[in-house]
Nanobody, 124 residues
Framework: QVQLVESGGGLVQTGGSLRLSCAAS????????MAWFRQAPGKEREFVAV????????YYADSVKGRFTISRDNAKNTVYLQMNSLKPEDTADYYC?????????????????WGQGTQVTVSS
């Protein structure tokens, strides 16, 4: 069982930056691939980025590649999402998730554990 709590969301202007954090409970954090998904109003939840168990491998959605960076600190049971050059279309609720599936899963059905979400609003 893993419990996830996100923080760091807020209101930022176009071109600004935010850093999201996700704190995980439990002693098996390093056993999970960790990802961020987002859901804009009226839209389906979509994949943003994933980091492998050791933190050495990452994968990004094309829409955020080059602007967002996912990382993790297994000693602190925490995963981060650094978001730079934010755009209004990045406005969404951002969710942290954990998957026991090997590799870098991008399908939300592969993720068993979810946080409650943190809101990010980018003003134009």
């Amino acid at each position: 069982q893993v419990q996830l709590v996100e923080s760091g969301g807020g209101l930022v202007q176009t071109g600004g930056s935010l850093r999201l954090s996700c704190a995980a409970s439990g002693r098996t954090f390093s056993s999970y691939s960790m990802a961020w998904f987002r859901q804009a109003p009226g839209k389906e939840r979509e994949f943003v980025a994933v980091v492998g168990r050791s933190g050495g491998n990452t994968y990004y959605a094309d829409s955020v590649k080059g602007r967002f960076t996912i990382s993790r600190d297994n000693a602190k049971n925490t995963v981060y999402l650094q978001m730079n050059s934010l755009k209004p279309e990045d406005t969404a609720d951002y969710y942290c998730s954990a998957s026991g599936v090997l590799g870098l899963p991008t399908n939300l059905a592969r993720y068993a554990y979810w946080g409650q979400g943190t809101q990010v609003t980018v003003s134009s």
